[in-house]
């Protein structure tokens, strides 16, 4: 059973910063792009970054370039979103995700969805 669990939500001041996890498992993703989503209340899902399993490269949308940083443990297979100098417009479920490329990974065309953590920055 695959399965993408993401981890690390939670409340935090402007200014301040959060890690959020998501944890692999149920195959093998050394071909897929993984990204990060997120979905504030009233507003569609959004695209917030990718990595590539295989050569980690990484691609983010220009609202959080340079304040987030998306990696990658192969170990661990892990994917962690480092978020920083957090503003009260970065409220909102993030969601973990894995697709076949990074044209189909934009169009919110994935595979696999994990449930969600719910990020809240307060002013």
């Known amino acids: 059973q695959v399965q993408l669990v993401e981890s690390g939500g939670g409340l935090v001041q402007a200014g301040g910063s959060l890690r959020l996890s998501c944890a692999a498992s149920?195959?093998?993703?050394?071909?897929?792009?993984m990204g990060w989503f997120r979905q504030a209340p009233g507003k569609e899902r959004e695209f917030v970054a990718a990595?590539?399993?295989?050569?980690?490269?990484?691609y983010y949308a220009d609202s959080v370039k340079g304040r987030f940083t998306i990696s990658r443990d192969n170990a661990k297979n892990t994917v962690y979103l480092q978020m920083n100098s957090l503003k009260p417009e970065d409220t909102a479920v993030y969601y973990c995700?894995?697709?076949?490329?990074?044209?189909?990974?934009?169009?919110?065309?994935?595979?696999?969805w994990g449930q969600g953590t719910q990020v809240t920055v307060s002013s």
């Open positions: 990595i590539s399993w295989s050569d980690g490269s990484t």
């Open positions: 995700a894995a697709a076949r490329s990074y044209r189909t990974i934009k169009r919110q065309q994935c595979d696999y």
């Open positions: 149920g195959r093998t993703f050394s071909s897929y792009i």
